[in-house]
């Protein structure tokens, strides 16, 4: 029932039904509707839900401890996770510090980062640079790395104010060069800022290699990633590679970096590492990183549950899944197959400017005009009217605002990497019937389906 008296609050007072149980890509709420988890919850249910094994192996952890305290006891899922997580990321990726979720990895990889730099006699080194608009969590720290407005404006005066580059949203630019130039062009934004800053002064650089929700799946040309990792090692100023999102397999790789053939210095796991079955993060770095700041007296940092071993246990089960179900060759497959399917949507729907992606992590664009990319007008709320609608038909998709927060339009498909070519179809009738209701509520005609 959703008029049940809550005492609970969140973002807003849209009203849910209960959730029943979930089953593969399924969720069901109590009343017996199915709903296609189109969006992985928040891109976090990489393998589905009630996975078997994985809660086989959970349970078999539950029945010999589940919490022991990591400086007072050693547990074997919380290192064989680590062994795990360091053989499937590039190599001098080769230690990792496990924590609870997206932002506190996005922290502790900052902090470790200004550790380090210490031990180096950095100690000038503060400023994060990142980029606008763009997501990395919602504590202090990685707000004031995050570039979107409506989470961040709030609470600016609390805050550092670290310094911003554009993103790379090639698709919005309308000039005459190559997607390789254009690439370029973005990269050396960032050498001018580390420039006007004061190389001495910056720490690090933190980038989504493919964006996540303050973006919507945006992947920058290739000629970019590198300049990226090139001008980071002129200046001496890290790469973090904020892979909450992207890693666990999302985009057809382990790591997104993987696409690029880039090994950034700190690399920030979460959501689809532990899958929704516990809450897992970490950051997984170089000993060339992490030994220097143990010989200095330790990493300054730590969280009550890092390192649990029962969400270690239900870390390694997803990955073991990940590995022996081939999930990553299949996210690499069937986002061939929904790209396909949402470029088609453009030929039916005008108001759609943009589809973008990497692997099962997708999106759509609503525009007002596709010639200039005029977004939508912010007052008619698309991002959250087409979920709605698409929430009734029993399809969940995901959405926020593309152009820092305050307009524009973006919806993120990203169903869980265990999705068939027959549930892409059965994915896509509902969408094309939320899009029908949509275009029938604006006003807007839509071109006859072939």
């Known amino acids: 029932m959703t008029d049940t008296p809550s005492y609970l609050f969140y973002q807003s007072r849209n009203p849910r039904p209960f959730l029943d149980h979930g089953e593969g890509i399924y969720l069901f709420d109590e009343a017996g509707k199915r709903y296609i988890d189109g969006s992985s919850g928040a891109m976090v249910s990489n393998i589905g839900h009630a996975n078997p094994r994985v809660l086989a192996k959970m349970k078999a952890q539950m029945d010999k401890a589940t919490f022991g305290y990591r400086l007072h006891f050693r547990t074997h899922p919380s290192e064989d996770l680590a062994a795990k997580t360091v053989a499937m990321t590039p190599e001098g990726l080769d230690r990792v510090f ?70 790379p949203a090639t698709y919005l630019d309308r000039d005459n060069l190559t997607e390789e130039a254009r690439g370029l062009k973005y990269a050396e934004l960032l050498r001018d800022r580390i420039v006007e800053q004061g190389p001495e002064t910056v720490l690090a650089f933190v980038m989504e290699p493919v964006g996540g929700a303050s973006t919507g799946a945006l992947v920058a040309p290739d000629s970019y990633y590198a300049r990226v990792r090139e001008i980071c090692d002129e200046f001496g100023v890290l790469l973090i590679y904020d892979e909450v999102m992207t890693g666990a397999g999302r985009t057809g790789k382990f790591l997104a970096a993987e696409h690029w053939g880039i090994t950034p210095d700190i690399v920030a796991l979460s959501k689809g590492f532990g899958a929704g079955y516990a809450p897992l993060g970490a950051i997984v770095a170089g000993a060339r990183l992490v030994e220097p700041v143990l010989d200095a007296g330790g990493f300054l940092h730590g969280f009550t549950y890092a390192g649990n071993p029962l969400a270690c246990a239900a870390g390694l089960a997803v990955l073991e899944e990940l590995e022996e179900q081939d999930l990553i060759g299949n996210a690499a497959r069937m986002g061939k197959v929904l790209m396909g399917e949402l470029r088609a949507l453009m030929d039916r729907y005008p108001f759609i400017g943009d589809v973008r992606g990497k692997g099962l992590l997708t999106a759509f664009e609503f525009v007002a005009d596709r010639r200039t990319m005029e977004p939508l007008d912010p007052l008619l709320n698309a991002h959250e009217r087409l979920v709605e609608l698409a929430y009734q038909r029993g399809l969940i998709i995901y959405s926020r605002r593309t152009r820092g927060g305050k307009a524009g339009d973006h919806f993120l498909v990203a169903p869980p990497l265990i999705i068939t070519r027959d549930q892409i179809a059965e994915m896509m009738l509902i969408l094309r019937d939320a899009l029908d209701a949509f275009a029938a509520e604006i006003g807007w005609p839509v071109e006859s389906a072939a």
Do not use: N, W
Not at 144 to 155: A, H, I, S
């Open 98 to 167: 496990f924590v609870s979720g997206g932002s506190e990895a996005v922290e502790s990889a900052v902090k470790l980062a200004r550790q380090y730099a210490l031990t180096q006699g950095q100690g000038t080194r503060y400023k994060v640079i990142s980029r606008f608009p763009s997501y990395h969590g919602c504590t202090f720290g990685a707000l004031d790395l995050t570039g979107y407005d409506p989470l961040r404006e709030p609470f600016a005066p609390m805050m550092e104010g670290m310094p911003k580059v554009a993103a």
